[in-house]
């Protein structure tokens, strides 16, 4: 698959009077045609910062990009300025925000919206930009088109506002969708529909997928590769199946055992100690030390590479090893 996307030591940091937090602190990760990247972790371990950035959605009152290169078509995105990140962003890259009703003004109609998203980038004829507007809504299988074309979006339900906002992602034919935990605000049937929709249009049109969520269980469900976040770096990185088979990180181990089984009884289900930290730069120990039931001396002595062990990346001195194991060492 052809490589469409590349982020290289991202690094974004927040400021404040008192101290710098490292938000984002050297995440690296390629995105292929057709493929779709899970980022998974806890809130607050850099999942929505990292696409931020990548996309120039940050407030510069607080927040720096400190380092590193979002490569695409042979163009730094982090360099550009903003007049021309304007015309990659919905054109090239497109993102799925996480509340429909927040991102749909509620003043215009479905079908004007999605012209914008259009006119934006493109100047078709007045014929063929309502042309376009009802081939999206069909794409993302929203009944009777040509009567939704005239709603508001409070006329819709929550789930078919999510589409909408798919179809306005979808509208300039982008290279990668972002989608920020789009199915949070949704019930659990609606979930289910709007992940088979993005799962679908992955493979009829090619569109890389950036996937962000804290459920391990859609990430099972959508992604081929995952990249397990915390306290603003990778802890993990690799193909979804060998992750879940054989997790090498503790947090990751930790996230999976969090997930309820229908084929256990327990009475008491499995939560990873503690919380995560805020962290200030520079950080002198391993992120997740604190919550680690492997972690000693070494561990807090500096903080550990991301190295690459059975053709994964994982940062930690003691990857793939257990608590029994340690015990018995």
Request: glycine residues 8%.
């Amino acid at each position: 698959m052809d490589e469409i996307l590349r982020v290289d030591n991202l690094k974004v940091y927040y400021y404040s009077a008192k101290r710098v937090v490292p938000a984002v602190d050297g995440v690296s990760f390629t995105l292929k045609k057709g493929e779709i990247l899970g980022i998974v972790g806890e809130s607050g371990c850099g999942k929505s910062t990292v696409v931020r950035g990548i996309i120039g959605l940050i407030d510069e009152r607080y927040t720096r990009i400190e380092e590193g290169q979002v490569l695409m078509e042979g163009k730094n995105l982090v360099d550009l300025p903003p007049k021309e990140l304007c015309r990659i962003r919905g054109k090239k890259i497109s993102m799925i925000f996480q509340n429909p009703l927040s991102s749909l003004n509620p003043v215009y109609t479905i079908g004007s919206q999605i012209e914008e998203a259009i006119l934006a980038h493109e100047k078709p004829s007045k014929s063929r930009l309502k042309e376009r507007v009802l081939e999206l809504l069909k794409l993302v299988h929203i009944p009777a088109p040509e009567m939704r074309y005239n709603d508001y979006p409070h006329q819709l339900s929550g789930g078919m506002q999510q589409r909408v906002l798919i179809a306005i992602a979808l509208a300039c034919n982008p290279q990668v969708i972002i989608a920020d935990e789009p199915t949070t605000a949704l019930d659990v049937t609606i979930q289910a529909q709007i992940l088979e929709l993005l799962r679908e249009l992955n493979e009829k049109t090619g569109v890389g997928v950036i996937f962000i969520t804290h459920n391990m269980g859609v990430v099972a469900e959508m992604c081929d590769e995952m990249m397990v976040m915390y306290g603003g770096v990778v802890v993990e990185k690799g193909k979804c199946e060998d992750v879940f088979a054989q997790p090498l990180h503790p947090y990751t181990r930790g996230l999976l055992a969090a997930i309820p089984s229908i084929k256990e009884d327990k009475e008491e289900l499995f939560s990873i100690k503690g919380q995560v930290p805020v962290f200030a730069h520079p950080v002198t120990q391993c992120r997740f030390a604190d919550r680690c039931s492997l972690c000693d001396d070494r561990c807090l002595k500096g903080e550990p590479p991301l190295s690459v062990l059975e053709g994964r990346e994982v940062r930690c001195l003691k990857a793939g090893h257990s608590e029994e194991e340690e015990d018995h060492g």
